[in-house]
């Protein structure tokens, strides 16, 4: 008997007068997933590709943990994150599991806007064979709204405070680059000033 799991999560998160800051930091493909993200269930795998270990489920007596395949696209004030792969520790030998997640962020007129949804199709696990169907659907249904809601949550303390810590690094970055560059004239003018007196 195969089970089927179906969660959704929309965000919108206000971030006033950001718009342009927001964007440049979305192109932080690294640092925006490891803000997203538990960075310490994340390993990354090449550009644009991680693998992810979900925290460990407990589903009735059983404990499950799933390890997702992820891939990783970046448009002009958007990233999307998509599930390529998945396997199931902690049932066995599962040939039928089925991941699918699908997650946008991208900068809207007043700061940041998401959608996610994550899917599960798998047969019923022969241990829980005496749970009704709909029971264990319905519990697998609020684990994965769990799992988006944690993400949820991230996208609101996480990723804003890094964010914002980004936007001291960059203001600082121009501040130094602007102090050195100004260092530099100042110097250069110098030198104009004594090849000036030394051709009085």
């Known amino acids: 008997m195969t089970l089927a799991f179906r969660a959704s999560q929309h965000l919108d998160l206000p971030v006033a007068n950001q718009s ?18 538990d960075e310490r269930q994340l390993e990354r795998i090449g550009p644009g590709r991680y693998r992810y270990t979900v925290t460990t489920l407990q589903v009735f007596q059983l404990q499950v943990c799933p390890v997702v395949l992820l891939k990783i696209e970046q448009g002009d004030g958007r990233i999307s994150m998509q599930a390529t792969d998945a396997t199931l520790e902690g049932l066995g030998l599962v ?32 241990l829980l064979k005496l749970i009704p169907k709909r029971v264990l659907e319905s519990t ?3 684990i994965l709204s769990g799992i988006l809601m944690t993400i949820k949550g991230r996208v609101g303390r ?23 560059s100004s260092g530099s004239s100042e110097h250069l003018g110098e030198e104009g000033v004594t090849v000036h007196r030394r051709g009085s």
């Open 140 to 142: 697998g249904e609020s």
């Open 20 to 37: 342009e800051h927001l964007r440049s930091y979305l192109r932080q493909e690294d640092r925006v997933i490891k803000a997203l993200l």
């Open 95 to 126: 040939d039928d599991f089925q991941l699918s997640l699908e997650a946008l962020l991208e900068v809207g007129d007043q700061g940041l806007q998401g959608e996610a949804m994550l899917g599960v199709n798998v047969s019923q696990p022969p």
């Open 158 to 180: 996480q990723l804003v405070k890094d964010f914002q810590e980004w936007c001291l690094q960059s203001t600082a970055q121009q501040q130094a680059n602007t102090e050195l």
